[in-house]
């Protein structure tokens, strides 16, 4: 993965030269003054981990598993939020890990956890690295060093019960690869987000993720039905049926924890058979409002498709919808619908009817092609909006249907009041029958200081999100950039609860420091 932006290097594009128009013309978007630095430049403060220490962390993994050299600290420092992205393309290394271990079992990361908490190493859990909400950067003060633990050693599918539909992952197991081993049973998970390509299990799991297919196949934390838990307090072991009355369900404590409480270790994870058909097309409607009432239709009423979002004007407008066509939209609103598994036909029917009685007009399966085809390239089209001047960045919030217009106004307001005259889109992309999710992307010109320029502009809509009644993230997670609105979220009450979970799990408080736990 490409270390100052995402992923492979090679798909890296030029800017159309109608969206280098768009960009000055609307927005007046200007190249900036200082060229990106280079990986051997960027700045990187010296390892505070002694060499006893690292000399201990070895005796653990092995030696050829600690690692301290400068490419890759690089790479595990951060995620990839466009904050995060801005400081690393101007040579910020400040946050990265001392060192870079990759245990080879839930055993040695017992053993680890066990270690750094004697030690007061600080230990920041690394999957792909996607994070967006600043959950990969830990606190220094009071610890030894810090550690970003990378999983990636863990990576096998342990076991597949076909009876029961569940298979094993260890948690470094990257989407792609956990597909193409559960593809040799004619089985999938159907999880696609839009960090597909570099995502793993364990990161999924960590953030709740929700993937592009959640109508269909539901978000990943109804996937798991069981997990391992590392803590440096012990191990947890938790799933032994798919629901019960056994008091709290503790697989809920783990999922959405980031790695503040633990590491997870293993996944058993509900697959479905793979999908014998697709189908995706493409539905025009007049207006959000529109758009709106046919998805909740369907989410209340049914069939729901696979697949199910709606592009608001503005989105339409620039075709953001079809990231390989950027600047090819058109007018009104783009609903995108897909099908897949059993019985496509019928549903499709079905859908179809309900959405032309709402006023949808078929677009036929261009549109849904075009998205399926693009559905990963957003973030690299990113990459070549930073490099050519503007600030572009995504956040995400979820209400219900009765609240969703006031909080489409209030996010779009908050960032037109902090940023002056930003290009602003927004869809629907995750639907409930009791609401959905608000997805935004805005675009920006850069000003001096674009970190603090988005900053202040992500203050205004956690305040605005709250304000309104809505979640502060509906699957990106909390982070650091979350954190002081998630303490309102879930009140005083709540954050006693959670820092007496991290109290009894982590007591040292080496787990993922400043991240979550308010």
Same mark, same amino acid.
């Given at each position: ?63 050829? =598993? ?13 995620? #990839? ?24 079992? =839930? ?80 089985? /999938? ?53 798919? #629901? ?101 036909? /019928? ?96 675009? /920006? ?12 502009? #992500? ?42 979970? #991290? ?16």
């Amino acid at each position: 993965m490409l270390w100052s932006g995402w992923g492979d290097p090679g798909k890296a594009r030029e800017l159309p030269e109608r969206v280098r128009e768009l960009l000055r013309d609307l927005l007046g978007v200007r190249a900036p003054a200082v060229p990106a630095a280079a990986l051997e430049s960027v700045r990187l403060p010296p390892v505070a981990l002694t060499e006893p220490l690292l000399g201990a962390l070895a005796g653990v993994t092995g030696p050829g =598993h600690v690692l301290t050299g400068h490419e890759d600290r690089v790479r595990h420092t951060r995620g #990839k939020s466009t904050p995060d992205l801005l400081r690393m393309r101007a040579g910020d290394g400040s946050d990265a890990p001392d060192a870079v271990v990759l245990p080879g079992s =839930h055993d040695e990361v017992a053993e680890l956890l066990r270690l750094c908490a004697r030690e007061r190493i600080a230990v920041v859990p690394f999957g792909g690295g996607t994070s967006v909400v600043g959950g990969l950067a830990a606190a220094r003060a009071g610890f030894a060093g810090v550690i970003a633990l990378d999983l990636g050693r863990l990576d096998r599918l342990r076991s597949v019960d076909a009876e029961s539909m569940v298979a094993e992952f260890e948690p470094g197991a990257r989407a792609p690869d956990a597909e193409r081993l559960l593809a040799g049973h004619g089985l /999938t998970l159907g999880h696609f987000p839009q960090s597909f390509e570099y995502a793993t299990l364990g990161g999924f799991a960590a953030a709740r993720s929700s993937g592009q297919g959640s109508a269909g196949y539901g978000r990943f934390d109804d996937m798991v039905v069981g997990l391992t838990l590392a803590t440096p307090s012990g191990t947890l072991e938790l799933g032994r049926a798919p #629901k019960s009355a056994a008091g709290p369900d503790l697989r809920q404590l783990v999922l959405g924890s980031e790695g503040a409480f633990g590491v997870i270790t293993s996944l058993r994870l509900r697959v479905r058979r793979a999908p014998a058909e697709r189908r995706y097309e493409g539905w025009h409607f007049a207006s959000f409002a529109a758009g709106s009432a046919a998805v909740r239709a369907l989410a209340q009423e049914g069939p729901l498709p696979t697949v199910l979002r709606l592009s608001d004007e503005t989105e339409t407008m620039i075709g953001l919808a079809k990231p390989d066509e950027i600047g090819s939209g058109g007018s009104g609103c783009l609903l995108i619908a897909g099908y897949e598994g059993a019985r496509v036909a /019928t549903r499709h029917a079905a859908a179809s009817a309900l959405l032309t009685r709402m006023g949808g007009r078929a677009l036929g399966p261009e549109p849904g092609r075009a998205w399926e085809q693009g559905r990963y390239s957003a973030p690299y089209l990113r990459d070549s909006l930073l490099a050519a001047g503007a600030t572009v960045e995504t956040l995400e919030t979820a209400g219900f249907w009765a609240n969703l217009p006031r909080l489409y106004d209030a996010v779009r307001l908050a960032l037109l009041g902090s940023l002056g005259s930003p290009l602003v889109m927004c869809h629907i992309s995750h639907v409930y029958e009791t609401g959905a999710s608000l997805y935004f992307t805005v675009v /920006t010109p850069q000003d001096a200081d674009p970190v603090a320029q988005w900053e202040r502009a #992500k203050a205004a809509v956690n305040a605005a999100i709250v304000t309104a009644g809505g979640t502060i993230t509906h699957h990106h997670g909390v982070g650091r950039d979350h954190l002081g609105a998630y303490a309102e979220e879930i009140g005083a009450v709540g954050v006693r609860v959670l820092r007496a979970v #991290k109290a009894e799990l982590d007591p040292a408080g080496v787990l993922n420091p400043g991240v979550l736990v308010p």
